[in-house]
Structures are given as structure tokens and as C-alpha cells.
């Protein structure tokens, strides 16, 4: 008997390494209703519809599960708050605290966002998502840098500014508020995508050699990308992937008003995404900007769906 089950011992073992390989890989999401714009309503339902419109259902096609899934409020103390970039700050410092638990736990974060200011939460969660603090490097796939500040911005919108208040060049109480104490290194952005940028933005991220990368280096997957990766790779402790979904081609997002021309499609920046994700310091991935009313035939959502589906696709895919 103890020869024949000795003999069967590798079978068992190959068994079980299929069983562990197949296990679904475990996603967490974490939506935030709050938008941090001053004018109009301070919540909107563009990020929850990302998730109620089948996203766990393409998870699932992808090879993962989602396990659990929360949303941003404000407790009663932030309640009595007022101010909108404040009371926002707030609600960033919650989305910390759930993306945190979810990276402790071991989780592929995705965040749904109403617009990409939420990226100071999910990158303060993420820093501490340990018992020390982490260096996080910043995959920023986008039409727009978001790279100005109060002294640059045409348009005064917050949404204009993440990248710059995550760099630590604005907003400093706010970028705290969101857990994010220490500033993200320039040196760790790569923007991908950017091609409608003001021009004191512009001048902004030349003068601080910010790594670009174009959509035609999104389409190729080629030396350019790898080194961006590599580069991330070896000098952080995590990566985080965000994407405004006005980065895709306008056939694509045909309901947003701020797209610009020559954009991935969803199949190509999910594969890149998935490229993206087969490194093993790729945790999260952030998604905003979604304009739901504006989708009655499900175009952008679909798009939505292959960018969740690339990052389960591309952490199911690593090595051991």
C-alpha cells in the first residue's frame, strides 16, 4: 500500500497544481461615487453603473471572481463637513482605507471612479497597504495628463490636476487627506495615451521628463513598453494601472465630451493591459469617467469589460 501510494504521489501533486492554477483569480472593487467638482451634483451613478452592468459576469469569462465589493461613504462626522475639495478628501481617505484591506488581502484592486481625481485614494491605499509604507509606481493611460495646477489650469477642474496633486506639486491637505503622505516620484509615472495637453501642462511634463508612452506603443507592445515596465518594476514596490476611458479611440466613447482622435480600441488597450498586468508588482487597476447616460448601445461598457478582463487575464497568466 505505501509503494502504490508513493507511485501515485506525482500524479497527486500535478493534480493539485492544476487545482491551485485554476483557482479563479480573487478581484475586489471598490466604487466611489464622489466626483470632487464644485459645481452640480457632489455624487453621480457613472461609476456604479460600470459595475452593474455585468462586470462580474466578465470577470468570471476571464478566469476571475469578484469577492468583494464596496462603496465610498462619508461616516456622519464627514457629514457635518462642508466644502466640496474637502469633504472629497474625505471620501479619497475611505477609498484608501478599502483598497488598502483589499491589497492586504491579497486582492486584484479595481476601482470605479466617477472621475480620475479618485486616484490619490487608491494610491494612499495602496502605499499602506503594509506595514510599511510602499513606493508606488503610476501607469497614467489617458487622453489628458491631468498634470496641471491651481497656477495652470484653463478650466479650474480638479479633474485636470491628480497626476500633479499625487506628484506632490498642489493641494497638499488633500493629497494627505487621501493617505497618500508622501508623494509619488515623477520618476515613477508613465503616461500612456496623452495627446491633448494645455500648454503650460505640456511644458510641465517636459520639464520633468515625465515617461511617455503613445498609443502606437500601446498597440505594439514593443521595446518601449518593456522598458517602461521593467523600469517600474525594479524600483517599486507596486504598480498601479489607471485609465480614463477617454484615452480610447472616440468610436469608442462616443458619449464623452472630451475624447480626442486616434485612440487604442478596447481590444488593443485591454491586450496592453494585460501585458501590463502579467508583472507580478501590477496590483490595480483604476477605471473613471465612464459616461453611462451617453451608452445606450453599450459600446463604452463593453470596452469597460475587456479592460477588467485584461488584468484578470494578464495576472492569471504569470509565471508560478
Not at 77 to 99: I, K, M, P, T
Not at 296 to 307: F, I, K, Q, S, W
Request: negative net charge; proline residues 6%.
Amino acid at each position: 500500500m505505501t509503494r502504490r501510494l508513493l507511485g501515485l504521489l506525482p500524479a497527486l501533486l500535478l493534480q493539485a497544481a492544476v487545482a491551485v492554477a485554476a483557482q479563479p483569480v480573487p478581484v475586489a472593487v471598490v466604487v466611489n461615487p464622489f466626483n470632487g467638482d464644485r459645481a452640480g451634483p457632489e455624487t453621480d451613478g457613472d461609476a456604479r453603473a460600470m459595475l452593474e452592468g455585468g462586470l462580474a459576469g466578465a470577470v468570471a469569462t476571464a478566469g476571475g471572481r469578484i469577492v468583494r465589493t464596496d462603496e465610498v461613504a462619508l461616516t456622519a462626522d464627514d457629514e457635518r463637513q462642508y466644502g466640496r475639495w474637502n469633504r472629497f478628501g474625505l471620501a479619497s481617505g475611505h477609498l484608501a482605507d478599502l483598497a488598502a484591506r483589499n491589497a492586504a488581502d491579497g486582492f486584484l484592486n479595481v476601482g470605479l471612479y466617477n472621475n480620475c481625481s479618485s486616484l490619490m485614494g487608491m494610491l494612499g491605499g495602496l502605499r499602506h497597504a503594509t506595514a510599511e509604507p510602499r513606493r508606488i509606481g503610476l501607469v497614467w493611460i489617458d487622453a489628458h495628463g491631468d498634470y496641471n495646477t491651481p497656477e495652470t489650469t484653463l478650466s479650474g477642474m480638479l479633474g485636470g490636476m491628480p497626476v500633479a496633486v499625487a506628484a506632490g506639486d498642489a493641494l497638499t491637505r488633500m493629497r494627505c487627506q487621501a493617505k497618500l503622505d508622501e508623494p509619488i516620484r515623477k520618476t515613477d509615472i508613465v503616461m500612456v495615451g496623452v495627446r491633448d495637453t494645455d500648454p503650460l501642462e505640456r511644458a510641465r511634463i517636459d520639464a520633468d521628463g515625465i515617461t511617455e508612452l503613445s498609443v502606437a506603443d500601446v498597440r505594439a507592445l514593443g521595446r518601449a513598453f518593456e522598458e517602461a515596465m521593467d523600469r517600474l518594476s525594479a524600483t517599486t514596490d507596486a504598480i498601479y494601472v489607471h485609465v480614463d476611458l477617454d484615452v480610447l479611440d472616440p468610436s469608442v466613447i462616443p458619449g464623452h465630451p472630451l475624447t480626442a482622435p486616434d485612440g487604442p480600441t478596447g481590444e488593443e488597450l485591454g491586450a496592453a493591459i494585460a501585458a501590463m498586468f502579467r508583472y507580478p508588482k501590477t496590483v490595480a487597476l483604476g477605471l473613471a469617467s465612464y459616461p453611462h447616460r451617453d451608452d445606450p448601445d453599450g459600446v463604452t461598457l463593453r470596452a469597460v469589460h475587456e479592460l477588467v478582463r485584461g488584468a484578470v487575464r494578464g495576472m492569471a497568466a504569470r509565471d508560478g
